[in-house]
């Protein structure tokens, strides 16, 4: 980040920060809004939007940054966000409707209301494409601006990918056919519909797009970190209407809020729908566990349902515990933050969904990306006093070798190879019969042309595991070019 940037940015973020809270202990919001300030430190994001609903009441809401990187727009109630694939959450809310109506079931096959199919998609049921169990085709995001017929034609050419309920495999193309089967029965377009029976009382702050490339007034634009240049670009995707139903719903913090309260309260759906919308789909292979358009999540055992969307947005219901979390970013530097800000903000809501090692990881994490490394090194080392990595293990497959191992991959991802080295270096000294410390330290070395360190590390990778073919033919290829 430069320097005119980076002050500008932390002004807005510190004094710029809106938040309600109500019924909530004061120190606990305070707990919530120093960690997401710390975390949109670490992952540089431009922009962000929170809020928390507990037992029906909105208790810390907040807005935080930029809608863009390139200007001192603050992120505030008016800002829209693209939630991408939490739109699918609101499309299997409109099926459901239609089920409790009597105008659709999950096993009609879809064909008694699409025409036109190719023989080999006219079995597949309404319920396999809720559940991304159909084998359909997929189309996808770089495909935009084909038309809509050219994409049917390349669907039905690439044939089933297996038979319909056997497993899950995530598909765009299932909820364009859903938001069609809605057209076919309503007689409406499918956002017209969605808007009038999920967004009644909603003047403003939701629409449906997928064309990323259009301003919108007070629109929190999707930034993408370029680590070529070390800087954020502004998405230009384009989608067409084919996208709506997958991933084109732009919305506000409140608004999303208001639709979480109706559901909550059974006006979009009873909470007879809402247990059939919730339950787990039966895959042919056993294996796989999704509901009916929603996805289930666990912490600490304790069982949640949502969706996140764009690798940026995030929408959780711990139906259990009445808590609601949502998150809408618009970018981030490293790495998808919004689970991890969700079960860190779940954790300090109910103490019971603490989860202690991810405090941790993310202690380890703020440590090495905020400070110098001298400082991030003697913090890890009292970490790792504090919390034994014996007692760990009996609960999780956490590795202090695999957090150090995953910065400084992070770091050389981002071009910051000095500082990537020195983590992989001390991960070898922690760990040193690790075999994987060593070569991805000697891979670190041999981007960074330190040639003669690379041969000596690779060397260190065949002494702990003689069987490493990758650090001979890397030895030969070092050697060569010495």
């Not at 099926?95 to 023989?119: C, G």
Request: hydrophobic share 35%; proline share 2%; charged share 25%.
């Amino acid at each position: 980040m430069n320097k005119i940037h980076s002050v500008i940015y932390l002004f807005i973020l510190i004094s710029a920060v809106s938040c309600t809270k109500k019924a909530i202990d004061t120190d606990v919001a305070s707990q919530i809004e120093n960690y997401v300030k710390e975390e949109i430190l670490i992952q540089e994001i431009p922009g962000l939007a929170l809020g928390v609903i507990k037992n029906g009441a909105v208790v810390y809401k907040g807005y935080f940054g930029k809608t863009d990187w390139n200007n001192t727009n603050p992120v505030n109630e008016d800002t829209t966000f693209p939630v991408y694939s939490i739109t699918k959450l609101i499309v299997s809310t409109a099926i459901f409707q239609l089920v409790e109506e009597n105008r659709i079931s999950l096993e009609d096959s879809i064909s008694s209301y699409l025409k036109n199919l190719p023989e080999h998609w006219e079995n597949i049921q309404v319920k396999h494409l809720l559940t991304h169990s159909s084998g359909l085709p997929d189309f996808h995001v770089n495909e935009g601006n084909i038309s809509d017929e050219d994409i049917w034609i390349k669907l039905i050419n690439e044939g089933m990918h297996f038979e319909k309920g056997y497993q899950f495999e995530y598909n765009q193309t299932n909820y364009w056919l859903l938001a069609q089967i809605i057209e076919t029965i309503t007689g409406k377009p499918f956002e017209k519909i969605v808007l009038t029976n999920q967004f009644q009382n909603s003047e403003r702050g939701v629409f449906f797009s997928s064309d990323l490339s259009k301003e919108v007034d007070n629109g929190a634009k999707r930034h993408e970190y370029n680590n070529e240049k070390g800087e954020y670009n502004i998405s230009k995707i384009y989608g067409g209407k084919r996208y709506h139903a997958a991933n084109g719903l732009n919305i506000t913090l409140n608004e999303l809020i208001e639709w979480n309260s109706l559901l909550d309260n059974n006006e979009l759906l009873s909470s007879e729908q809402k247990r059939d919308m919730w339950k787990s789909f039966q895959y042919g292979n056993q294996q796989d566990e999704f509901l009916h358009g929603w996805h289930v999540y666990k912490l600490n055992g304790v069982q949640s349902f949502g969706f996140t969307g764009g690798s940026q947005t995030g929408f959780r219901k711990f139906v259990d515990r009445d808590l609601t979390i949502i998150i809408l970013t618009n970018g981030y530097k490293y790495f998808s933050p919004h689970n991890d800000i969700i079960n860190r903000v779940a954790g300090i809501m109910d103490s019971s969904l603490v989860y202690e090692l991810a405090k941790v990881q993310h202690e380890i994490i703020s440590n090495f990306f905020l400070n110098d490394f001298e400082v991030a090194a003697a913090n890890f080392q009292m970490l790792k006093k504090k919390y034994p990595e014996s007692e760990a293990d009996k609960n999780t497959s956490y590795s202090f070798e695999n957090t150090l191992n995953a910065i400084g991959y992070l770091l050389k991802q981002k071009k910051k190879l000095t500082q990537a080295i020195k983590v992989f270096e001390l991960n070898t000294e922690e760990n040193p019969t690790s075999a994987n410390c060593f070569d991805s330290l000697a891979e670190a070395y041999y981007t960074d042309n330190q040639l003669n360190n690379a041969k000596k590390a690779y060397e260190m990778v065949l002494a702990l595991n003689p069987s490493n073919s990758n650090a001979k033919e890397m030895i030969k290829v070092i050697e060569e070019k010495i």
